[in-house]
């Protein structure tokens, strides 16, 4: 799968990757560090248990495996959703959701309010806490990240294509038919479907990947009663609830998105004290 592919009526671009192919070797994190020139050795001092970090905008995490003893490999990225939170959230425009389906970050915008990292439903978005001028930072995916052959840089230098890119549309089919040829292998679901609306990063792999990818199951959308979040985006789901007036869509939605964004914010700020999870420490920065 590349991206020269023949077009769908579709334009966005994604990123299928299969977990049961992932073998950990981390040569997408190192094409992600050679393509956008991020300093191969980073201080541990704000540890992230995900490997996200200001300088580093793709990880693998490792989570126990289907058979007792084993590992498999999760890579951790920007989702790049339909609909971001991240943009939706920002207040002077520093995120945009190009047609080709990556959400950018233009850091000339951006004036540090960090309401992004708060946002973001996946928990991706981090902050150069050690710079003295921080931006916030994650996976681009778009034309910056490509090599020759048209791929982002981590795909390219994937050695099991275990992480694939091309039309969403044409990735979703393919993870489909990867689930229904081996159902005894593959968990049957696609992460990143439908979840917030949907979004241009998406997982299959043989064991539950909720927790580790933060995609919250369907029960823990209706405990949260927000029932509607299980195939609506954030910002959609807002925009519904409130069609009135500009002042009192900004007024509610900071509210129904503080309650959300507060939990959030919670669970990152423990994360940053917490010990990485097992596996290789691919250098955590928060
Ligand atoms: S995963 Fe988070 S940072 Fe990435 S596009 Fe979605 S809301 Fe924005
Ligand atoms: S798409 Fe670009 S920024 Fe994202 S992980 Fe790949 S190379 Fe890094
Ligand atoms: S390069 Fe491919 S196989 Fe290696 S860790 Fe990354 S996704 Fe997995």
């Known amino acids: 799968m590349s991206a020269a592919q023949p077009e769908t009526k579709d334009p966005r671009k994604a990123i299928l990757t299969d977990v049961t192919k992932c073998i950990g070797c981390e040569r997408c994190v190192e094409g992600c560090v050679r393509q956008n020139k991020l300093p191969t050795e980073i201080s541990t001092r704000y540890r992230a248990a995900d490997g996200l970090s200001g300088r580093r905008y793709t990880s693998i995490v490792r989570i126990p495996g289907k058979k007792k003893g084993t590992w498999s490999n999760v890579r951790r990225q920007c989702m790049h959703c339909l609909e971001p939170s991240c943009a939706a959230a920002c207040l002077v425009g520093a995120f945009t959701k190009t047609p080709d389906g990556a959400v950018v ?3 000339a915008k951006c004036i540090g309010c960090r309401y992004c990292m708060l946002a973001c439903p ?27 052959g048209g791929l982002p840089a981590c795909v390219a230098a994937c050695p099991t294509q275990a992480t694939v890119f091309g039309p969403r549309e044409q990735l979703l089919k393919e993870a489909r ?17 439908h979840e917030f609306g949907g979004t241009s990063v998406i997982y299959i792999g043989d064991v539950p990947l909720y927790e580790t990818l933060r995609v919250p199951t369907g029960e823990q959308f209706d405990r949260m009663r927000v029932s509607q979040l299980r195939e609506e985006s954030i910002p959609h789901l807002l925009h519904s609830w409130v069609l009135v007036t500009p002042f009192q869509f900004l007024t509610v939605s900071t509210g129904l998105a503080g309650l959300w964004f507060l939990r959030r914010r919670q669970k990152l700020m423990a994360e940053r004290k917490a010990p990485p999870q097992g596996g290789p420490d691919p250098g955590t920065e928060g």
Do not use: S
């Open 105 to 107: 970050y233009d850091d």
């Open 122 to 148: 996946f928990m991706i978005p981090r902050y150069e806490y050690d710079q003295k001028l921080p931006y916030v930072r994650k996976c681009k995916m778009n034309k910056e990240c490509r090599v020759e």
């Open 177 to 193: 038919r990867r689930i229904a040829e081996k159902p005894d292998l593959y968990v049957n679901h696609i992460y990143g479907e």
